[in-house]
């Protein structure tokens, strides 16, 4: 049977960012070091197929700090950790790694300059997510107002002050939100309080900006964009978003070529589709993909480059050597 001939453009950059990239080298370093068990708060990554490799090493992934011996080494996950966390871990003298990315921690910081400079901190991101839960968990209690929405922008009245007077106000970001979605929460915030203090420098890190513009660019005249990454990942969710703004008319997220619909994709019968990844997601995931498609088709690879990347964080001292 003869294949259908299908072009898939493929994203340039796509997939591990530098700080997953740096994350899971600590849990793989932690192992070789410390040997099996060692505990990880939290899933170090969003992305099953990394955790499931991670625990056929010997990662053992937990909620929270109780459920850690206190023999045993902890690494924090790179979403970054209220902290409250690392207090814990010193009070109870345990071996603890951070494997918080380091553009999160930018974050922190600024967050807590903001703070000590008086300002009323609001944090533009998703509510329930783990970096928004660490970032929150900078500052006292109340200290920080977290903006979801445009919506959530609009309602929004800054707190009083001692004088009675409304509380100066600074923003931070989520650093893998929809560039789009941030910008109009911004212009929101920006034309209310037109005095609000800004980042130094853009929250949304390089990564998330140039996965969102190279799935746009892919997408543009595509039939159909594939992201590859997990139902957990902020970054890979608004991937599909951006493909579907882009104009897109089928933009899904897949863990894996398993979990591919390759018969509503059979049905669309396309010419071109769009394959990226998230930050979170294993090169071997989006080759099995490509693989996949070149088993059903008679295929062309276009990979599209849309930036160059070459930044790298360097490990903790304590796993360097």
């Not at 530098?18 to 192992?31: C, K, P, T, Y």
Request: with cysteine.
């Amino acid at each position: 049977m003869t294949k259908p001939p299908l072009t898939l453009r493929l994203a340039s950059p796509r997939g591990f960012c530098a700080g997953v990239e740096r994350a899971i080298i600590m849990v793989e370093r932690a192992i070789e070091r410390f040997g099996a068990p060692v505990y990880v708060r939290h899933e170090i990554v969003h992305n099953e197929t990394v955790v499931r490799r991670l625990r056929e090493m010997g990662a053992v992934f937990v909620d929270e700090l109780d459920e850690v011996p206190g023999d045993r080494p902890v690494l924090f996950s790179a979403h970054g950790v209220p902290k409250s966390v690392p207090a814990e871990a010193e009070r109870r003298n345990l071996l603890y790694l951070d494997a918080t990315c380091p553009l999160v921690s930018k974050v922190h910081i600024e967050a807590q300059r903001h703070f000590d400079r008086g300002h009323h901190v609001l944090l533009i991101g998703h509510a329930g997510h783990p970096e928004v839960i660490g970032t929150m968990g900078q500052l006292p209690e109340g200290a920080v107002t977290l903006i979801d929405t445009p919506a959530d922008a609009e309602a929004f009245e800054p707190p009083l002050g001692a004088d009675g007077a409304p509380r100066s106000l600074a923003y931070v970001t989520q650093t893998t939100l929809s560039v789009e979605e941030a910008a109009t929460v911004i212009s929101i915030l920006r034309r209310r309080f037109p005095g609000i203090h800004v980042p130094h420098k853009d929250d949304i890190c390089y990564a998330t900006t140039n996965r969102q513009e190279a799935a746009a660019v892919i997408s543009a005249e595509a039939d159909a964009l594939i992201v590859i990454g997990s139902e957990t990942s902020s970054n890979s969710k608004r991937l599909v978003e951006v493909g579907r703004k882009a104009g897109c008319p089928y933009a899904v997220l897949a863990e894996d070529a398993a979990a591919i619909d390759w018969e509503t994709l059979g049905r669309l019968a396309p010419g071109v589709v769009a394959l990226t990844a998230g930050a979170s997601a294993p090169e071997a995931v989006v080759q099995g993909v490509i693989d996949a498609f070149a088993d059903r088709y008679d295929l062309t690879v276009d990979e599209v480059e849309t930036t160059r990347e070459t930044v790298t964080f360097k490990l903790p001292r304590a796993l360097a050597e």
